[in-house]
């Protein structure tokens, strides 16, 4: 068992999960994410244009749930969550690419976040550029 | 504080961290996924040939680091970790993109994964198909 504290918390118009895009690429509007104080020389590198992948922690979701209809569609049949992007799932991750419109020290606006607002922020990684440019 | 317990294991002939490729297209080997029984429904519709994202807990990580040498190379400038692949940061989340072979029972063998042997599994997701294929 791990313990895994939030190093920042999501801040969008986006309040109701039902309602909000199921993928950021499908209409989310712009977000926050707001940084903890001590994780602050981690984030110094991070500059407008940036393409980064954010990993938060679904807490509305159901951890009991294996099997879901896919994208909330009662017509499709049941698909084991491994095989879906549902936040219901037994340690449910939110995986998100996302592109950083401005910096604003703890503070980074960014576009295409479909999270809601408060979701708590676990890690952020850049997108792998190519291997020749590692 | 969110508690998060493995759902398995990964079973790897790389068991030494600093001669493992740092990527898993730089030459991993073939590696195993063993999951705990209970998920198993979540499994069910994995089948050889998926695209899958693996998300793992870097057990060995340091949790206090929030720069590094990009790819421990150090004539490169240090950069906050959240603009690298760095196993040590807060929350030593790994993810690896990876290719499924062949599914036995609890029991997946994978293309690419770069985790040495015994790495956590948290969670699995499939890589996002075109909007279309939603």
Do not use: C, Y
């Not at 110094?44 to 922690?57: K, M, S």
């Not at 491994?82 to 950083?100: C, E, K, Q, W």
């Not at 910096?103 to 708590?120: H, K, Q, S």
């Amino acid at each position: 068992m791990f313990e895994v504290p939030p190093i920042g918390r999501v801040e969008s118009p986006l309040t109701d999960p039902a309602s909000a895009p199921k993928q950021g690429d499908e209409g989310a509007p712009e977000a926050w994410l707001i940084f903890e104080a001590h994780v602050a020389a981690g984030l110094r590198d991070i500059e407008p244009g940036a393409e980064l992948l954010l990993i938060t922690w679904l807490d509305r979701a159901d951890r009991d749930v294996l099997t879901v209809h896919p994208r909330g569609d009662h017509t499709r049949p049941p698909t084991g969550v491994f095989s879906t992007r549902s936040p219901d799932r037994p340690n449910p991750l939110g995986l998100h690419r996302i592109t950083v419109r401005s910096v604003e020290g703890l503070r980074l606006r960014v576009a295409d976040l479909e999270a809601v607002n408060g979701t708590p922020i676990i890690d952020v990684k850049p997108v792998l550029p190519t291997q020749a440019e590692r």
